[in-house]
C-alpha cells in the first residue's frame, strides 16, 4: 500500500465508523452502566466523593432483584414474547401469500391494489388507533393478549406483504415455469421450488415483524390496561415512572432485558437477513 | 415421439398482435427450429405449446390430441430455459429426479433413469453439487438432463445456448445435434441465432412480426429465400443488396444501377419481363462473387474499387463499392488485393436474386 494512503483510510474511513460505531452503542452501555449503578450514584451524585458521570467503581444487581421480584417483568416478557411471536407468524402468512400473488398472478387491478398495499402501511399507527379501540371494544377483546395479536398485522401484513413481494420479483419465473412443465401444480411450485428460495426474504421480513411488534408501544399502552397483560415496552415505563420519581435503575435493567431477544434474533440470522434485504438469487 | 401441429395459431396481450395465424406441422422426431429477431413471435409461440401462455385463438395437438386447454404439466413436454432454470437449492440429482417425484415414479426407478440421463450427457460426476458450484456449460448439460430424464413426447428448446461463451456454444450445438440423433424426440427449438437454425434444424422457420415468412430445410431457405428479408437474415455475411433497374436492350434485360450493369440471366428473364422500366432489388451472396478472370463473361462481372479487406483465414472478405452500391464478396485466401485498389467482380448468373422493392417478395 502506498504510504499516503494508509492515514487517509484512517481519516476517512475508520475515523467516521468509529464515530458512528460509538454513536450508536453508546445508549446501550448507558443503559449497561445505570442498570449496575448503586442508587447512591444515581440520585444526587454531587454528594457522592468519587463520582464519574461514565462508570460506576461500586456495581450492584439490585435494580435487577428489585425489578424481577417488586414488578411483573417475567411475567410481562411473556406476554411479549408471545404476542410478537403470533403477531409475527399471522403476518409472515399473510405476507408471503399475499406478496406472491402481487409479483406472480396477473390480475385486474394488481397494480392499483398493490399500491392501496402500501398506502395503508404509511397510515399513522397514531391515527389508527382511535377506531381500532372502537374495534376492539366491540369485539370484548380489550386486555387480552388478542388485542395485540389482531392489530399488529394491521401495520405488519402491509410491510411484509411488501417485503416479500419484492423478494419474489427477483426469483425468475422461468424456475416455477419450469416446475410447471415438470409435473407441479402451481402450489407445489409455490411450496417445493420458490419458498424454499424465499427463506432468506421470509426471514427477514419475519425478523422485522417480530422486531417492530417487540417495540411497540402506543397500541399497547392504549389496548391493555391491567399490569399482568402488560408488555415490556409499556410496563416498564408505567410501573416504574411513578407520577414524578423515575426508577431510573430498574427502568434500565428493564431495557436492557428487553433487549436481548431483539439483539439474539438479529445476531443469529443477520447473514439471511442482508441477503433477504438485498435480495440476491443466485441461478 | 409425437407429431406437433399448430392452426391458425394467434395471440394477443396488452393490444400487441404478437403471433399471427401461425400454421406449423412438426412431424415425428422432427428438429424444427423457429428462428427470427426478437420480438417476432417464435418465444411466444413456443410458451404456447409449451401451455405457459395462453393460446388467443387457434389449436395446438400433440398427437392429433387438442392441448389447448391442459395444463403444462399433462402435455408431457419438457422445456429448457435460456437461463436454465436450475432449483438453486436442490442438488443437481435432485434437480433432474424432481419431474420423476411430481410424477410419482417410484425410487429406484428415479435413480436408475437420473443416472442413465447423466451418463448420456457426462455429468455423473456432479449429481451431487448445488448448480452454483458449476460452470455454465455444465448448468446448460444439468438442464438438458433435466428434460431428458421424463423421456417426453416433445422437447422445448428456448435460446439454450445464448448463455454460453462463443466456443462452448459450438461444442454444445454438436452435442445437442447427437442426443437428438440418439433419443429421436420430436423438438421444437428457438434462437435468434441463424447458424444454430441452420446447423440444428431438420427444418427451419423463419419468423418476422409474429408472421412466418418460410419453412423449409436450411439449404432450401439459403438457395430459394421467398423474400427479400428471408434472404438477408440467412447468412454471414448477409446477402448484398441493390436496387436496380430493368431496361431492355438488344432483345435481353439489364439490370442497372450506378456503377453496375448486368444481364439478367435467362432463367430470370420471364419473370423479370413484367418489370421493364421499373426499379426491383438485386440480391447476391457474397460466395457468389469471386474476381473475374479472362473466361468470365462481360455480361456478368462489374469493376469495383476495394474499401475494406478482411483476411479471415479461411477466406478473404471484401468490401467494395462498385458506383454507389457497397457490397461484400467472399474470395480465396490466396487472392492478393489491396485496399483502394480496383478490382473486376464476377458473379454466378445461377446465383442472382431478384425482390420486389414494395413487398419485398422473391421474383
Redesign the interface.
Known amino acids: 500500500m502506498i504510504e499516503g494512503a494508509k492515514w487517509k483510510k484512517w481519516l476517512w474511513f475508520y475515523l467516521p465508523m468509529g464515530m458512528f460505531i460509538l454513536g450508536l452503542l453508546f445508549p446501550f452501555y448507558w443503559m449497561a452502566v445505570t442498570t449496575v449503578r448503586p442508587d447512591r450514584e444515581l440520585y444526587r451524585p454531587w454528594n457522592h466523593p468519587l463520582y464519574s458521570p461514565f462508570w460506576t467503581t461500586h456495581p450492584t444487581f439490585d435494580h435487577i432483584k428489585n425489578l424481577l421480584q417488586e414488578t411483573l417483568f417475567d411475567r410481562w416478557m411473556w406476554n411479549t414474547m408471545l404476542i410478537a411471536l403470533a403477531a409475527t407468524l399471522i403476518s409472515l402468512l399473510c405476507g408471503v401469500i399475499g406478496g406472491y400473488a402481487l409479483a406472480r398472478l396477473r390480475f385486474r387491478w394488481a397494480g392499483l391494489l398493490g399500491t392501496a398495499i402500501f398506502v395503508t402501511y404509511l397510515v399513522p399507527q397514531t391515527l389508527l388507533f382511535i377506531p381500532l379501540a372502537d374495534i376492539i371494544r366491540d369485539y370484548h377483546i380489550g386486555d387480552t393478549p388478542w388485542a395485540l395479536i389482531l392489530t399488529y398485522p394491521t401495520f405488519l401484513i402491509p410491510f411484509c406483504t411488501w417485503l416479500m413481494m419484492g423478494y419474489f420479483k427477483t426469483i425468475?419465473k422461468?424456475?416455477e415455469?419450469?416446475?410447471?412443465?415438470?409435473?407441479?401444480?402451481r402450489w407445489?411450485a409455490m411450496l417445493?421450488?420458490v419458498f424454499?428460495?424465499a427463506v432468506p426474504g421470509i426471514l427477514s421480513a419475519g425478523i422485522f415483524a417480530f422486531t417492530l411488534s417487540w417495540n411497540e408501544f402506543i397500541y399497547a399502552l392504549v389496548f391493555l390496561s391491567s399490569p399482568e397483560q402488560k408488555t415490556v415496552p409499556v410496563g416498564v415505563v408505567s410501573e416504574l415512572i411513578r407520577g414524578d420519581v423515575f426508577f431510573w435503575g430498574p427502568l434500565m435493567a428493564g431495557a436492557l432485558i428487553g433487549s436481548i431477544p431483539v439483539a439474539i434474533v438479529y445476531s443469529f440470522f443477520v447473514e439471511y437477513y442482508v441477503a433477504g434485504v438485498t435480495g440476491s438469487?443466485?441461478? | 415421439m409425437a407429431k406437433v401441429l399448430l392452426r391458425d395459431l394467434n395471440k394477443t396481450y396488452d393490444g400487441v398482435h404478437a403471433v399471427k395465424d401461425v400454421n406449423l406441422e412438426i412431424r415425428d422426431r422432427e428438429f424444427v427450429v423457429l428462428v427470427g429477431p426478437s420480438g417476432c413471435g417464435k418465444t411466444t409461440t413456443l410458451r404456447m405449446v409449451a401451455g405457459l401462455e395462453e393460446i388467443s385463438s387457434g389449436e395446438i395437438s400433440i398427437d392429433g390430441r387438442v392441448v389447448n386447454d391442459l395444463a403444462p404439466m399433462d402435455r408431457d413436454i419438457a422445456m429448457v430455459f435460456q437461463n436454465y432454470a436450475l432449483y438453486p437449492h436442490m442438488s443437481v440429482y435432485d434437480n433432474m429426479a424432481f419431474g420423476l417425484r411430481m410424477r410419482k415414479f417410484d425410487k429406484p426407478e428415479v435413480e436408475s433413469r437420473v443416472r442413465r440421463s447423466a451418463e448420456i450427457l457426462g455429468i455423473q460426476a456432479l449429481l451431487e453439487r448445488k448448480p452454483r458450484q458449476l460452470s455454465g456449460g455444465q448448468r446448460q448439460r444439468v438442464a438438458l438432463g433435466r428434460a431428458i430424464v421424463r423421456n417426453p413426447r416433445v422437447f422445448l428448446f428456448d435460446e439454450p445456448l445464448s448463455n454460453l461463451d462463443a466456443a462452448l456454444r459450438v461444442q454444445m450445438r454438436v452435442e445437442l445435434k447427437r442426443l437428438h440423433d440418439r433419443l429421436e424426440t420430436t423438438a421444437i427449438y428457438v434462437t435468434h441465432d441463424q447458424v444454430e437454425a441452420m446447423t440444428l434444424g431438420d427444418r427451419v422457420v423463419v419468423m418476422k412480426d409474429g408472421v412466418v415468412q418460410q419453412e423449409g430445410e436450411p439449404l432450401e431457405l439459403y438457395g430459394r429465400p421467398v423474400n427479400r428479408f428471408v434472404a438477408s437474415f440467412i447468412g454471414s455475411p448477409a446477402m448484398n443488396f441493390a436496387e436496380v433497374s430493368i431496361a431492355e436492350a438488344g432483345g435481353a434485360l439489364w439490370a442497372e444501377t450506378g456503377g453496375l450493369r448486368v444481364k439478367v440471366p435467362p432463367a430470370k428473364a420471364e419473370a423479370l419481363r413484367r418489370h421493364a422500366g421499373r426499379h426491383v432489388v438485386l440480391g447476391v451472396r457474397p460466395e457468389a462473387l469471386r474476381i473475374a478472370g479472362g473466361a468470365d463473361s462481360a455480361e456478368y462481372a462489374f469493376d469495383s474499387v476495394v474499401e475494406v479487406v478482411e483476411p479471415l483465414g479461411n477466406e478473404i472478405l471484401l468490401d467494395v463499392r462498385a458506383g454507389a452500391n457497397a457490397m461484400v464478396a467472399r474470395v480465396d485466401p490466396a487472392t492478393r488485393v489491396k485496399v483502394h485498389e480496383k478490382v473486376r467482380l464476377a458473379f454466378d448468373p445461377e446465383r442472382l436474386h431478384f425482390f420486389d422493392p414494395g413487398s419485398g417478395a422473391a421474383i
Open positions: 425468475p422461468e424456475l415455469e419450469c416446475a410447471r412443465i415438470d409435473g407441479a401444480t407445489q417445493y421450488i424454499p428460495i438469487v443466485k441461478g
